[in-house]
Structure formats: C-alpha cells, structure tokens
C-alpha cells in the first residue's frame, strides 16, 4: 500500500464549482472572491478577509501596510517555512530569530525579552501545524515595547486559542490554500484582520494600490471615472476560480476539521505507549487544527551531542517507511540553518538549540482528510512495528 503525507481530496461538486466563473466571464477579484472572503470571516470570526494569491504574499503585505521598512528588525520563531522569514528580508528589514519551545513547535516567549532592541518593530508568531502560540502573553510583550504582531496563520486553519480561532488575535493574520493546507485554491492566501482602516489599505495594496475595487468600479455609473492610487500598492489578487474552489469547502469546513481531528486522537492513542516517538501535546485552551501530525523521534532525550546520531537514525527510519511505501517528512525547517540566512547572519545550528533539535528529529506522518481507516491502520501497524 502507498499512503502519501498529504493528498488533495475534493468533491466533485467543488470541482464543478470552477466552472462558474468561466461562464459568467469574472475571472478575477469578483463575487466568488467577495463570497470566500464572507465564509471565511464567518467560520474565523475575523472582522474583516481579504484574498490574496498566497500566504507568502498575504504576511508581505501585512508588514508592508504596517509600514515595517529598511532598518527595522522583526522576530520571527526560528522553525518554521523559509517564508516567514523572507517577506521580512523583501521589506529590507532584518530577521531577528527566536527558538522555539519544542513541546508546541512554535516560538518561545520566554527569549522575546532578550531580543527586542530600539529597531524592532514586529513580532510574527507563526501558528505551525496548526498549534497555535502562546499569543496573549506575545500581545502583551508587543503592547509594551510597541510592535506589531502579524500572525503566520498558514497552518491555522480550525485552530483555536481559548475558543478564538487564530489569524484574530494579533493585528493581522495570513492563510494558505496551498495543497499541504487543509482548504486548498491550488495557490492562494487569505489576510484577517479587526481593524477597518488596516483592512482598508490592505485591500488597496493588493490591487495596485488602487482607491476604489474593481467590483465598485464596475458596478459605478460613470464610465470616465479611473480610480486614484494613493500610494505604489501590488497585485496580489485572487481569481474567481480559486475563490470558487475555496468557498465551495468553506460549505464542510467543520466536518474537515473534525476528521483531522478524529484522524490525529486515532493516531495518539495508537502511539501512547512508544516511548521514542513524541506526538503532539494537548494543551488547555490550545484547539489543534492538525494541519499536519509533527512528531519528535526520540529514542533518548536529544543532549545537544546526540542530535548527529539521533538524526541519522530517524533518517533510517524514514527510510524504512518509505520501502513500505509511507511517505513521511521532517516536520518543516530550521529557517536559520538554511545557507542564506546562515550566511547573512553568520549563524550556527546551535545559536537556536531547539530548532536545530526539531530541525533534525521531527517527523510528520501522512494525515489529510479523505485518509482511509485501511490507510491509517496500515501506518499504525508499521509505526508501532518499527525496529528502533
Ligand atoms: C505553507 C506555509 C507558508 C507559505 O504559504 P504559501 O501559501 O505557500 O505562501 C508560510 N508559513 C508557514 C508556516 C507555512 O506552513
């Protein structure tokens, strides 16, 4: 049996949902865009959505409306996807990392404190795999010293922080649709924000800066009348075909998370007892939204001078599960391992211990939605089997 570590699953009916668009004629930042972003407001609770082409883009605008600029330092978690990250370096600001802590995977608000200089002007928490940060005390920590906080929602989707989903609780938030993501558009992001004029600017920003949407113009009686552009803004907009993919699985967004729910508590019990392989915790008030299933591989507690060795047994193991046909992945990346920023920064995997622990002994075992009960049960078997 093959199981893949991710699979597309969509209903025929959101595949026809496509074709709507295509036979009315509005491609582009239209009323299948407006109708996501209404059903995407609705289940987050976020005052305001506003589509982008993706998460990437969608954390590149949020600091750019913020205003962060060349000089400015934001800290971003150490692991996590390069493009948190990036969209820091592309407003010509500096990357400051923080470790993480590795129970949660995400950034530790133990360090924010030794970080903050005069130059720091963001912190961007990043929700992985669908865990969602300690984000009060990151509110707190960003009131007092002044910053922004712009939350990496990408895996955020049904995650939840004492009942709030996420991507509502900093003063942005930004999705992905990508095919790792549960709701997929192929490619695709959405920004949530409370604020009006926030939301406001970051609707003209990803249409060229323009002062007033096409949708308005197009519906206006006045021919003559171009919008002004304000300000040098960007095209981030979503077509009407991915916003009609998006808003068709916006119908079951509840029973999807449910079943990565269902399919990751299946997962927990199975593996309680294994006492080298560390599943995801369950926290008090954390609502995991199990983008993905992280695990630590730890056959002994990970010294700093075991994580070589640790390594090349995961690797092997890895290895094994792939022979049995069981795609797996490290969990993601330690971001300041990677040559640009270890260059740039002059940085060594021991500057973050705890990323470059997770970097090298995590693992993410296969979970989507649309994954059999035949699937799992063989995975199950040959976790639990495994000679390590
Ligand atoms: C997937 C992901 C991104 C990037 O999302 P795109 O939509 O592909 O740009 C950013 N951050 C994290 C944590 C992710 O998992």
């Not at 239209?30 to 305001?48: D, L």
């Not at 200089?117 to 009131?143: C, E, R």
């Amino acid at each position: 049996m093959n199981v893949p570590i991710a699979r597309t699953s969509l209903l025929e009916s959101e595949i026809q949902s496509v074709m709507e668009p295509l036979r009315s004629g509005w491609l582009v930042q239209g009323p299948k865009v407006r109708e996501f972003e209404e059903k995407w407001s609705n289940f987050t609770g976020a005052k305001h959505s506003i589509a982008v082409t993706s998460c990437t883009t969608g954390l590149h605008l949020s600091l750019a409306a913020l205003g962060v600029q060349p000089g400015n330092e934001v800290i971003v978690p150490a692991f996590t996807w390069i493009s948190t990250a990036n969209v820091v370096e592309h407003l010509g600001a500096n990357v400051v990392f923080c470790d993480i802590d590795l129970d949660t995977f995400n950034i530790d608000i133990n360090k924010l404190a030794s970080l903050v200089t005069s130059k720091t002007k963001a912190i961007l928490p990043v929700h992985l795999f669908g865990m969602a940060a300690d984000v009060a005390p990151i509110n707190a920590f960003a009131q007092a010293h002044k910053l922004w906080v712009v939350e990496d929602a990408a895996c955020g989707f049904g995650s939840r922080y004492h009942g709030q989903h996420v991507g509502t609780l900093g003063h942005a938030g930004a999705f992905s649709f990508h095919p790792r993501k549960a709701i997929t558009t192929g490619e695709g992001g959405m920004i949530t924000t409370q604020d009006d004029d926030l939301a406001a600017k970051l609707r003209r920003l990803r249409d060229h800066g323009a002062a007033m949407s096409d949708l308005q113009r197009h519906l206006g009686a006045r021919p003559y009348l171009l919008a002004d552009h304000p300000e040098a803004g960007y095209n981030q907009r979503m077509t009407d075909l991915q916003a009609a993919l998006g808003s068709a699985q916006m119908d079951r967004a509840t029973s999807i998370v449910q079943e990565r729910k269902r399919l990751a508590n299946r997962y927990d019990e199975a593996f309680e007892k294994l006492s080298w392989l560390r599943t995801p915790v369950h926290l008090n008030g954390f609502e995991h939204g199990y983008q993905s299933y992280p695990c630590m591989f730890q056959p002994k507690s990970i010294a700093q001078i075991d994580i070589a060795r640790i390594n090349e047994k995961r690797n092997s193991w890895m290895d094994q599960l792939q022979q049995a046909g069981i795609s797996t992945r490290p969990a993601t990346h330690a971001v300041h391992m990677l040559t640009f920023y270890q260059e740039k920064y002059k940085l060594k995997p021991e500057d973050f211990p705890n990323a470059y622990r997770a970097n090298d002994c995590s693992i993410s075992l296969p979970l989507f939605h649309g994954m059999t009960v035949a699937e799992q049960d063989y995975v199950i078997e040959r976790v639990v089997e495994s000679a390590i």
